[in-house]
């Protein structure tokens, strides 16, 4: 049981690249999320998905675009990558209310922007 | 607007010296109010849920307790391998999304 797990671990990008972050995870949770994590603030939700096929958006979404085509799957898109988009990414996943609510993290995606 | 405030931001402490943390905060309607620890470079690890006023958990050395207004962390007797940055958020009915609190960073000295 592996948990969540991201790809990769480390990026770096040039301003104007595209790239794609993974996340996995298999403890068959409903909802999945992608947060960054910058100093001094917090972790800022980017985009979620309540379930296979459904995506919407958090509180920081511009520069970003997502996909859950696979209930284990959600990934997270930059397609013109700018140094303000240098951060810490984290995914998530949960179960539905009704169930237990905690979020399990992923270790993290570190993206550099040139 | 759904809130989470976490005082200190950061917090020494020298083994065996108990202390707590505070995460204040304001929600229209709480689902549930959370606490994680984040080592450096990893992701938080989920450490409790807490649903309504006057809930408490216990897990080692960690107690988390809740009002209407706040939570409370409290570390008793810690050790080095307490030292952590720990987060707070919650998650208020209707909704899919959690608001974290900046955190508290911890540091134990030997």
């Known amino acids: 049981n592996a948990g969540v797990t991201q790809t990769p671990k480390f990026r770096v990008l040039k301003t104007g690249q595209s790239m794609t972050l993974l996340c996995a995870q298999d403890?068959?949770?409903?909802?999945m999320y992608w947060y960054r994590q910058d100093p001094g603030m917090g972790l800022r939700l980017i985009h979620y998905?309540?379930?296979?096929?459904?995506?919407a958006k958090g509180e920081v979404p511009d520069g970003y675009n997502v996909s859950r085509l696979k209930k284990q799957n959600f990934l997270l898109g930059l397609e013109s990558a700018a140094p303000s988009q240098t951060s810490v990414y984290f995914c998530a996943s949960s179960y539905p209310p009704g169930r237990t609510y905690e979020q399990y993290f992923g270790p993290g995606t570190r993206l550099t922007v040139t | 607007e759904d809130q989470v405030t976490q005082s200190p931001e950061a917090l020494r402490l020298q083994e065996g010296e108990s202390s707590s943390l505070n995460c204040s905060y304001t929600?229209?309607?709480?689902?549930?109010l959370f606490w994680y620890r984040q080592d450096p470079g990893k992701g938080p690890e989920f450490l409790f849920t807490l649903y309504s006023a006057g809930e408490e958990k216990e897990k080692e050395r960690l107690k988390a307790t809740l009002t209407k207004k706040e939570s409370f962390l409290h570390i008793t007797a810690p050790k080095p391998e307490d030292s952590a940055t720990y987060l707070c958020a919650v998650q208020s009915s209707g909704t899919y999304k959690y608001i974290f609190g900046t955190g508290t960073r911890l540091k134990v000295l030997a």
């Open positions: 929600v229209s309607g709480l689902r549930g």
């Open positions: 403890m068959n949770h409903e909802y």
């Open positions: 998905s309540v379930g296979e096929g459904t995506t």
